[in-house]
């Protein structure tokens, strides 16, 4: 990426506004009754006391005093939303919400949590992973809402409605810096272009900061930002009745990310500090601190995180004689380049070259639907069309220390290698076993064995969907919808690997117990082969019932029902496959996920809309629920057959002044496995224990990195100086309960309560020339891992319940620390 011609182009848009008068985004005007909070959740324009869902709704204002420019800053105001990546926040960040979500590392498992941005499906959780600019309003809709919004909602989904084009000629900039070196622009001009049938906007962002990793081999900083983002749109309206929004996007993304510290070391931690020449295991110093934020990786190896995405949308609306035809036909691509120092540790085991894995997505989406009223009935009828191309291809190499971390880790296992010797047919099994990779077979596995893949996959959907509100009488309203989805998957493989070792091992019967350390999944001749017969087909209905009732102009209760629907799929991860399958396609599938909810609420609100209170509760339960999980050596996608989440969810709202103003809500979510999981055994997976090996401890325990407890609150505060400025001071928190990050449930992975707390100080003129604010996240540097993980090839955990001992090293990706800093707004 070329940055100066990025911060070039924010700096020309930045220039152009502060050649008018600089306005802060602190004035605001003195008010009389609040205004009524308008949402899009039901596809109309409906007030948010007014619809029967459970869904939350975040203006502009309260957006940029909580510092939200992308999704994960979003969770800091939504206690029902948590988001985590791992290994790659371009490609495997997951949203949760009610504790519900999917592991995102594996693009074959789309999202539970479904983001649609203008209207636009964004189809994994990554993808929607970036700058948003200028934000209308946020919604978040918890619960299954897969009849309006298709598969992939079957947990709720993200709402984000952009700021478009406005009727008089505005513009606006703002400049900001902080502690690693953060550096933020935008700005923007929007206004008429031929009076009030057609406007225009543009928008602009270019960010950057250091990283928050150290590593004290080479001095690099890794989880570092650079991003950019150009915006722009059009709106017409060419007749009274017709209007027309377009909207066109590019944005990138340089970064080296993700890297990982070592949190708990086990037994093979010795090996890795021979190896790469460090102090502790991962490159950690022993014994030190992991929040010291100080990791090692091999020289020469890196974590490349280069994304390009961009795409086009046209929204078309006209008022017809029977009701309101909506057309929204949109085109996206998205492409990622990635490198990975794959064992997190100085010591060269495992890597992917830079650049050498690549995702590509290219979606085509077309809604369309007509929605009017007749009598008593406010009717919607639509129809959806999808088509998604994805390919990955992937890498994964041997590096220079593989051959002698595989012999010590075969020389320690003494007894059981002592135990083993004499069932083979020829002397010298130790020495033969401790250098399986380079005595034998002298330089086997050097340097250039490694495992290639590349999937290619076409998903095409469509669906028709009702959605009807039937008015029974002026207080009682009952709402139908219903949702028909086919959905169909064609998946081609193409698997090469370049390892004589293990070609040899395989070759011979009597040596195929040899064949762990030189017969990787990543690098299994076994699976070599090209598979171009991968077919799936679904159809699935989706629905919901909701009767809702309005006691009086504050106060109304509902209860609903829901069915929700994920689509099922591929794993895409050469990993998954199991050597000598006789059908390697039908081995890579899982089934669809289902879900069935209910809910019960009411929402209150006083006259003039100064203070609300909604609440509910909700009981879900989910089929064949999707897992993906990291075992130390590949991603394991299966689906669970039972898992449900139950609880309580309350928000309030209150502004007794004009100036001041304070929001909160409590989420309470009990979610569990099933506690009688067919195959649930601590054993290897097999037909007859499904959920053996990895994820044999969930029965009956909580899903991951999802808290029983979740409380936000906020509070800002306007207030004059003199006749001619005005302050403001802003603080918001976050608490969640302890969490398990760990897929498999691992005791190690336990991650304990989290409160964090935001703040911003602000003043600027009262005549909206300027403003300039101070602000600070997580004030107290609360140090919290999101994920932790099993060390690539080093051990296994500690077992629930048994007295197994811990063999494994763990390795975490830290949340962020303290960040602070200035801004500096102006418009006009």
Same mark, same amino acid.
């Given at each position: ?28 005007? +003195?008010?009389?009754?609040?205004? +009524? ?31 939200? *420019? ?14 985590? !990546?791992?290994? !790659? ?54 619960? #299954? ?8 909602? !079957? ?15 505005? @513009?606006?900039?703002e ?28 928008d602009?962002?270019?960010? $950057? ?20 983002l ?6 017409? $309206? ?38 790469? @020449? ?10 030190s601190?992991?929040?010291d ?5 091999t ?29 929204? *036909? ?28 690549? /995702? ?14 007749? @009598? ?23 590096? !220079?220390?593989? +051959?002698?971390?595989?012999s ?23 020495a033969?076993l ?7 077979? #002298? ?33 009682? +309203? ?50 070599? @082969? ?9 159809? /699935? ?44 396609? %039908?081995?890579? /599938?899982?089934? $669809?996920?289902?879900?069935? %909810? ?6 209150w ?6 203070? *609300? ?12 629920f ?56 601590f054993?290897p ?15 009956? *325990? ?12 906020s ?40 409160? /964090? ?18 602000w ?15 060390a ?18 763990f390795?975490?990706?830290?949340? $962020?620390?303290r ?10």
């Open positions: 990426m070329n940055r100066y011609r990025h911060v070039g182009l924010c700096a020309a848009l930045l220039g152009a506004t502060c050649l008018s008068a600089l306005t802060p985004a602190l004035a605001q005007q +003195e008010l009389g009754d609040i205004e +009524e909070i308008i949402i899009s959740a039901t596809k109309r324009a409906q007030g948010l006391q007014d619809v029967p869902i459970a869904v939350s709704a975040y203006s502009a204002e309260l957006l940029q005093n909580a510092g939200v *420019s992308d999704l994960r800053e979003l969770t800091q105001i939504a206690p029902s939303l948590m988001l985590t !990546s791992s290994q !790659s926040e371009a490609a495997g960040a997951t949203a949760r919400i009610r504790g519900i979500g999917t592991t995102g590392d594996n693009p074959g498992l789309e999202s539970s949590v479904a983001v649609f941005i203008d209207g636009v499906y964004r189809s994994r959780n990554s993808i929607g992973l970036t700058e948003l600019g200028p934000i209308e309003r946020v919604e978040i809709l918890r619960g #299954p809402q897969g009849t309006l919004f298709g598969r992939n909602a !079957s947990a709720g989904l993200i709402n984000i409605v952009t700021q478009g084009p406005t009727n008089a000629f505005t @513009g606006y900039g400049a900001s810096y902080g502690n690693f070196d953060y550096i933020r622009l935008a700005a923007g001009l929007s206004g008429p272009l031929a009076g009030d049938r057609l406007g225009a906007r543009i602009g962002i270019y960010l $950057e900061r250091d990283g928050f990793l150290k590593d004290k081999v080479t001095g690099k900083d890794y989880n570092d930002r650079e991003r950019f150009l915006r722009g749109q059009l709106r017409a $309206e060419p007749t009274e009745t017709v209007t027309l929004r377009l909207i066109a996007d590019y944005a990138e993304r340089d970064e080296q990310c993700c890297a990982a510290v070592t949190l708990v070391r086990g037994p093979t931690a010795a090996f890795i500090e021979a190896l790469g @020449g460090q102090l502790g295991s991962g490159g950690t110093p022993a014994g601190n992991p929040f934020r100080r990791s090692a990786t020289p020469g190896r890196d974590f490349l995180q280069d994304v390009e995405e961009g795409g086009v949308s046209l929204e078309a609306n006209w008022q017809t004689g029977i009701g309101t035809l909506t057309s929204i *036909s949109a085109y996206r691509e998205w492409h990622n380049e990635r490198g990975q120092d794959a064992d997190f540790s100085s010591a060269d085991i495992l890597f992917r070259p830079s650049g050498a894995f690549l /995702q590509d997505f290219e979606t085509f989406t077309q809604e369309l639907r007509l929605n009017g009223r007749v @009598g008593i009935l406010d009717w919607l009828v639509a129809g959806y069309y999808a088509n998604e191309d994805l390919r990955i291809d992937d890498t994964i190499a041997i590096g !220079s220390d593989y +051959e002698s971390f595989a010590l880790l075969v020389d320690v296992a003494d007894g059981a290698v002592d135990g083993f010797a004499g069932t083979l047919p020829f002397p010298g099994f130790r033969f401790a250098g399986a990779t380079g005595g034998l077979f #002298p330089n086997a596995l050097a340097l250039g064995t490694e495992g290639s893949s590349r999937f290619d996959q076409n998903s095409e959907s469509w669906a028709l969907f009702t959605h009807n509100i039937l008015s029974i009488t002026d207080a009682l +309203e009952l709402t139908l919808g219903l949702r028909y989805t086919q959905e169909r998957k064609r998946v081609d493989a193409t698997i090469t690997t370049v390892n004589p070792t293990c070609s040899l091992i395989l070759s011979n019967p009597a040596f195929v117990p040899l064949a762990q350390l030189p017969c990787l999944p990543f690098f299994n001749p076994a699976v070599d @082969g090209v598979f171009d017969d991968g077919r799936r087909k679904e159809t /699935q209905w989706s629905g919901t019932a909701a009767l809702n009732y309005v006691w009086n102009d504050g106060f109304s209760s509902y209860a609903s029902y829901s069915r929700g629907y994920k689509a099922g799929g591929f794993n895409l991860d050469r990993a998954g496959l199991t050597p000598f399958a006789a059908d390697l396609n %039908s081995d890579l /599938q899982f089934e $669809e996920e289902t879900v069935d %909810s209910v809910e019960l609420g009411f929402k609100r006083t006259a003039d809309r100064r203070a *609300s209170i909604n609440a509910s509760g909700f009981y879900s339960r989910f089929e064949d999707q897992v993906n999980t990291f075992n130390g050596i590949a991603f394991v996608v299966q689906a669970v057959p039972k898992a449900t989440v139950k609880g309580v969810e309350v928000e309030a709202s209150l502004r007794p002044t004009d100036r001041f103003s304070v929001q909160g809500g409590v989420t309470y979510a009990d979610t569990q496995y099933g506690k009688n999981l067919p195959g649930a055994i054993a997976p097999s037909p007859t224990n499904p959920l053996g090996g990895a994820l044999w401890q969930l029965p009956g *325990s909580r899903l991951t990195n999802a808290p029983e407890w979740a409380v936000t609150g509070a800002t505060y306007r207030y004059p100086v003199a006749d001619s400025f005005l302050s403001l001071l802003h603080v918001d928190f976050r608490y969640t309960s302890k969490v398990n990050t760990g897929s498999d449930l691992d005791l190690e992975k336990l991650e304990g309560g989290v409160f /964090q707390v935001n703040g911003r100080i602000g003043f600027g003129d009262i005549d909206e020339r300027w403003s300039i604010e101070v600070a996240r997580n004030i107290f540097d609360e140090n919290y891992s999101q994920v932790i993980i099993d690539p090839l080093q051990g296994s955990g500690t077992a629930r319940n048994t007295l197994v001992p811990n063999t494994q090293t390795d975490a990706f830290l949340a $962020e620390p960040t602070y800093g200035v801004t500096l707004r102006g418009a006009f």
